[in-house]
């Protein structure tokens, strides 16, 4: 063994020296103090400032390029092609504000509301009527429109779009989503069909109203000059004159005559009616006999049959039977098998022959009903029609009564007043429809209220929103990825270099282990000639050289290393300052206060019993515990078997005894416990250690889970010498601090 430090305690005189007491916290960390609360620290500040976003998007700046970059590209293909300028066919139909009419003023009180007109036109140019009609159009035909939707009217009705303006005569007719010639002929048929359908059709109307009313006027005028000769020859073979009155009693027989000819009119009329109505009373008979009974019913019929009941059960029995053969692999030639489904098919035409009664038991139960209701009916009926009969009967010997009486009064006068009666009616009806017929043929020449302003055509496409969109939208996919990944790594807040830990934590960073491929293989011990000289060993020994200092100025011999969480590097840690301790001549102990998680045994590749554990229980004396590595001077303690009852006595009994033990043995303790944030452990064990150095692990560990563990320790009081990061940079590899101890080393 190499001397001892200068003024370091000889451990041979078997008595501990004086723990001073403990100094305050290294770095910028300050003791715990309940009167006021520690500020913030600027690695955990909220909200990151455009420096640390820039620094997080360069720690990820390959991911930011190949992601943004792929979706950049992916946003660039998607909005040209969702961006392109659509083919649009429009035309566009003026609507007179007013009525052209000549009969009436335009402003007329009953006219329509122009807005409303405007409302209605739009409803009507993409109603049904007038999609029909353009699909019935040949041009439209040939497009095939059945073979690319279901529907082409509910197509045409979705694709179709009508616009105008409040205070604008111009309609705007649409259609955009098709190809180009598609378009273009739909737009140019539903223009057509709506000009036709709608707006034509008023002019039609108005043009066969004149013609009807033409016909109406000449069929009256041949009437009047019919009705007019036969008054004239009347008045002739009596000697009377055509515009002589009748007496007041021919007068009032005529009215009688006429009273009953309408009421026998009335009554010939009804049983009209009543001789149709029995007719098409014999007639549904006819068609209730032929209208056959359905599946469903007899089906319903069979399930509430009993005599099928039985018979039923059999076949689902049966079929049940027959599933069960051949789920369970039997041979279908199986005797067993056959007879049941001869059975099957015998039970099987029995269900049917009863389905054939029950059919024609329920045909004959309608029959029988439907022969009811109509006998009652037609019994009905044919008592109306008997009464009617009789009293047509009985107006027809009135009305031939009253013909006679009327014929010996005078017939020829009472047809000639007859004649002058109808005569007048007729006049009065032909100067009315004189006029009705001078105004519409005046109407008829006006022009429609609806035109065609601009025929159908495409409109021109504008490609520079596409451009605008293409170019624009893949830079900001690309800005939103860059600072979404520069934002979730900087939220992250993992530690990347060792100032982050000194200037963002206020915690004092005592050393620098740079990266090294599975760095715990590497215990070095004397004359290891794969790390004779390497950067690792060298940290290494810089972090023994500063414990050493601590030791000589403030009395640390036992520390402890811990980290927040596990996965940062603390147990290789360990084992290397503790190898770089033996290797400079002091007397080491590595215990593995892990407990839960131990892995010093499979560094040094040792048992884990008898351990720590088991000391902690009083199962084996601590000089039990302590195992013989292959490096001179160092020796380990390892976790032992770990269970609810070793954390119970760690919690009661502590450890300080133990450890005031193994200082009279070695010259320095490392203690590799357990994370901070996981447990209670390590803050048990390190009420007993001079100084606690945290393990940290560069890209991995969390800056607040740092700060975290950090606080804990030092609301117990429990010294923090500082922090070391692992995996770090070569360039942030602190060099050996220079000290008296350094001196003793070189001996």
């Known amino acids: 063994m190499m001397p001892q430090d200068a003024g370091f305690p000889d451990p041979a005189n078997k008595l501990p020296p004086s723990r001073p007491e403990p100094g305050p916290i290294a770095g910028r960390i300050e003791a715990f103090l309940p009167a006021r609360e520690a500020p913030t620290p600027p690695g955990l500040s909220a909200n990151p400032d455009a420096l640390n976003l820039l620094k997080a998007l360069r720690r990820r700046w390959m991911s930011a390029v190949a992601l943004g970059g792929t979706l950049a590209g992916i946003t660039a293909a998607a909005v040209w092609f969702l961006m392109a300028p659509e083919p649009t066919a429009f035309a566009q139909f003026r609507v007179s504000s007013f009525e052209p009419t000549y009969n009436a003023p335009a402003n007329q009180p009953n006219q329509i509301a122009f807005p409303t007109l405007m409302k209605t036109l739009a409803a009507q140019l993409k109603s049904r009527p007038v999609i029909i009609a353009a699909l019935q159009r040949d041009e439209v035909k040939r497009l ?41 002929t739909i737009v140019k048929a539903v223009t057509a069909a709506f000009m036709d359908q709608v707006v034509y059709s008023d002019q039609r109307a108005r043009t066969q109203r004149v013609a009807e009313l033409e016909k109406v006027l000449g069929e009256t005028n041949e009437s009047i000059k019919t009705k007019t000769a036969s008054l004239d020859l009347l008045a002739k073979r009596t000697g009377t004159s055509a515009k002589v009155g009748l007496t007041q009693q021919q007068l009032q027989l005529l ?43 007899v089906d319903a019929r069979l399930k509430a049959d009993p005599e099928a009941a039985a018979t039923r059960l059999q076949i689902t029995k049966l079929k049940e039977i027959i599933r069960n053969y051949k789920d369970n692999g039997v041979n279908p030639t199986e005797p067993t098998w056959v007879a049941a489904e001869r059975k099957l098919a015998s039970l099987g035409k029995e269900i049917d022959q009863r389905k054939q009664e029950l059919r024609a038991e329920l045909k004959n139960l309608r029959d029988n009903q439907g022969t009811t209701e109509h006998k009652l009916l037609a019994a009905q009926w044919n008592i109306s029609k008997v009464a009617l009969e009789k009293e047509e009967a009985k107006l027809s010997d009135a009305i031939v009564a009253l013909n006679q009486d009327v014929d010996l009064i005078g017939k020829t006068n009472s047809e000639m007043e007859t004649i002058r009666n109808d005569l007048a009616n007729e006049n009065q009806m032909r100067d009315s429809i004189a006029v009705a017929l001078g105004k519409l043929k005046i109407d008829r020449n006006t022009p429609p209220r609806v035109a065609v302003y601009q025929e159908a055509e495409l409109l021109k496409k504008d490609a520079r929103k596409q451009v605008l969109a293409t170019v624009a939208a893949p830079l900001v996919v690309f800005m939103a990825v860059c600072m979404g990944l520069a934002w979730l790594e900087y939220r992250q807040r993992k530690i990347h270099t ?54 000589a100025s403030q009395g ?22 503790a190898s770089s301790l033996a290797r400079a001549g002091r007397k080491t102990l590595l215990v593995d206060a892990d407990l839960r998680q131990p892995a010093v045994h499979q560094l040094f590749e040792l048992g884990l ?16 515990s302590v ?18 009852e070793v954390i119970l006595s760690l919690a009661r009994d502590g450890v300080e005894g133990i450890f005031e033990r193994l200082r009279e043995e070695f010259d320095f303790i490392i203690v590799d416990s357990h994370p901070v944030l996981s447990a209670t452990d390590s803050l048990l064990v390190g009420q007993q250690a001079d100084a606690v150095i945290l393990s940290v692990m560069q890209k991995v560990s969390q800056m607040p889970r740092v700060y975290g563990a950090c606080q804990r320790l030092t609301a117990l009081n429990i010294r923090v ?6 995996g770090a940079n070569m360039d942030e590899v602190v060099p050996t601090v220079e000290s008296p101890v350094a001196a003793v080393e070189q001996r």
């Open 144 to 184: 095939n429109l059945e073979a690319q939707t279901a529907d082409p009217a509910l197509y045409l009705e979705e694709k179709l779009k009508v616009d105008f303006q409040e205070g604008n005569e111009m309609l705007t007719l649409q259609m955009t989503g098709a190809e180009a010639s598609d378009a273009l």
């Open 721 to 726: 010498l500082g922090a070391v990061v692992n």
């Open 255 to 297: 009215e009688n005559l006429r009273s009953a000819k309408d009421q026998r009119n009335a009554i010939h009329t009804d049983l009209i009616k009543l001789r149709a109505n029995l007719e098409a009373l014999e007639a549904r008979a006819a068609v209730v006999q032929e209208v056959a009974v359905t599946e469903a019913e």
């Open 609 to 624: 019993q008898p351990g720590f554990s088991e000391v902690l229980l009083g199962e084996v004396e601590v000089a039990d």
């Open 627 to 644: 195992q013989a590595t292959t490096l001179d001077g160092l020796s380990v303690i390892t976790a032992g078997q770990w269970d609810r």
């Open 556 to 577: 640390t011999r036992v520390v402890m290393v811990t980290s927040a969480v596990e996965g940062e590097g603390k147990t290789t840690l360990a084992g290397h300052l």
């Open 498 to 551: 060792a100032g982050e830990v000194a200037r963002g934590l206020g915690i004092r960073v005592v050393g620098s282990v740079p990266s090294l491929p599975n760095l715990e293989r590497h215990i070095v011990g004397v004359g290891d000639p794969d790390m004779e000289g390497h950067p690792v060993l060298e940290s290494i020994d810089a972090i023994r050289t500063l414990i050493l200092h601590d030791a």
